[in-house]
């Protein structure tokens, strides 16, 4: 099992830009999370999905967009970057109230 | 809405001694989970222990224990026999019905050899 992967592990954009950050879930999960970890600061929830429909979202603008595909993977959708869009961007998944498995990050850079 | 607190920036102990991380948090819910993850250098957000708040029995993992006062919304982490390996970020988080975790602003732990 390989767990949650995501990719790229690093990006970097410039300002205006668009990017597309993509996670696949452990195996057998089906619902996945996205998180915003800025540096020094604990991760803040983006949003979640769940039967490839948006279940709920953390307080981030219309900027930030998702998906999920019939597969449970999932992509994170930023446009029109922001400088204070740089941060470790999380995504989790689980099924069902049980732990919430993260994977390793990945690492945007908007200069 | 709910919200977690972690009033140690920064920690440090000698190895193998006890350390004890502090959290409280608020929420307006009855059923709900904590935890405490642990990012090391290498970014991976790692489960330590879980406590579901329902149950009285605090949780245990190994070194890892937590204190769990309901009443006081307050959920500490003890690690005993602390090891290098134990040096990371510690972050506190509460996840309600929704599945969604609120984090705190983490803890981070040195362990001198």
């Known amino acids: 099992d390989a767990g949650v992967t995501q990719s790229p592990t690093h990006l970097i954009k410039t300002r205006g830009q668009q990017v597309t950050l993509r996670c696949s879930p452990k195996s057998g999960h089906d619902t996945v999370s996205w998180y915003q970890q800025a540096l020094g600061q604990g991760p803040q929830f983006i949003f979640q999905y769940y039967e490839e429909e948006e279940r709920q979202r953390g307080n981030f603008p219309d900027r930030f967009s998702g998906h999920q595909f019939p597969n449970y993977s999932s992509e994170l959708n930023v446009n029109a970057l922001l400088l204070g869009d740089s941060a470790l961007y999380l995504c989790?998944?689980?099924?069902?109230?049980?732990?919430?498995?993260f994977g390793p990050g990945t690492r945007l850079t908007v200069l | 809405a709910q919200t977690v607190t972690q009033s140690q920036p920064e920690m440090s102990v000698q190895e193998a001694e006890t350390v004890t991380l502090s959290c409280t948090y608020d929420t307006s819910e009855n059923n709900y989970y904590l935890f405490w993850y642990k990012q090391p250098p290498s970014r991976q957000m790692i489960l330590v222990i879980r406590?579901?708040?329902?149950?009285?029995q605090n949780a245990t993992e190994n070194r890892f224990s937590v204190n769990f006062q309901k009443a006081a919304k307050s959920f500490s982490l003890k690690i005993s026999d602390s090891q290098l390996g134990d040096t990371a970020m510690y972050f506190c988080a509460h996840e309600g019905g929704n599945e969604k975790l609120t984090f705190g602003t983490g803890t981070r732990l040195t362990i001198i050899p």
């Open positions: 406590q579901e708040a329902y149950k009285q």
């Open positions: 989790a998944s689980t099924l069902s109230h049980n732990e919430q498995f």
